[in-house]
T-cell receptor, first 111, second 113 residues
């Protein structure tokens, strides 16, 4: 079983739609959680950290359910520029040291 | 934000040769850097943790004699792929740890023919 699992997609959505991605992790000792965005043939870039209380950054909302070992990312009012692969990332320490990446979920936003 | 560079961005080499990839933190010092590898449609996999002034820590299954890591200064880590083979063709990405966050380099695409 993979440490971090994601639906690879692709998710094809029209501009303006709301889309949600899910991620599950196997290590119950995981402490920090993140969503990264990776464009084709580029390095990953931190989108947002994920907190137990849930957090929002503009059109992006992240949720964490420790009991179910489940993380989600909601994107509202999708833009063409949101097209990318979204990576779910966890660490097993309190700092962003050893990152474990999911395979990513590909999002394609269309006109 | 913090900037990390990698050189070269792309390299093609013949089977059996060695390739060196540089990772530099441009505007901060990084005692810890990481090397990842990403095959097509797969996740980034951590290869090793590079610590300035000491030996790198390799992940299980990564051959330390094949992937030589040197972190001789607080702003530079190098990864040398020795005796490269076609199966080593991949996207190699480094990151540098600064202020509790990892900053990623732009990656190096290695193709071994």
């Amino acid at each position: 079983r993979k440490e971090v699992e994601q639906d690879p997609g692709p998710f094809n959505v029209p501009e303006g739609a709301t889309v949600a991605f899910n991620c599950t992790y196997s290590n119950s000792a995981s402490q920090s959680f993140f969503w990264y965005r990776q464009d084709c043939r580029k390095e990953p870039k931190l989108l947002m950290s994920v907190y137990s209380s849930g957090n929002e950054d503009g059109r992006f909302t992240a949720q964490l359910n420790r009991a179910s070992q489940y993380i989600s990312l909601l994107i509202r009012d999708s833009k063409l520029s949101d097209s990318a692969t979204y990576l779910c990332v966890v660490t097993d320490t309190g700092t962003a040291s050893k990152l474990t990446f999911g395979t990513g979920t590909r999002l394609q936003v269309t006109l | 934000g913090a900037v990390v560079s990698q050189h070269p961005s792309r390299v093609i080499c013949k089977s059996g040769t060695s390739v060196k990839i540089e990772c530099r933190s441009l505007d901060f010092q990084a005692t810890t850097m990481f090397w990842y590898r990403q095959f097509p449609k797969q996740s980034l996999m951590l290869m090793a943790t590079s610590n300035e002034g000491s030996k790198a820590t390799y992940e299980q299954g990564v051959e330390k004699d094949k992937f030589l890591i040197n972190h001789a200064s607080l702003t530079l880590s190098t990864l040398t792929v020795t005796s490269a083979h076609p199966e080593d063709s991949s996207f190699y990405i480094c990151s540098a740890l600064g202020a509790g966050e990892q900053y990623f380099g732009p990656g190096t695409r290695l193709t071994v023919t």
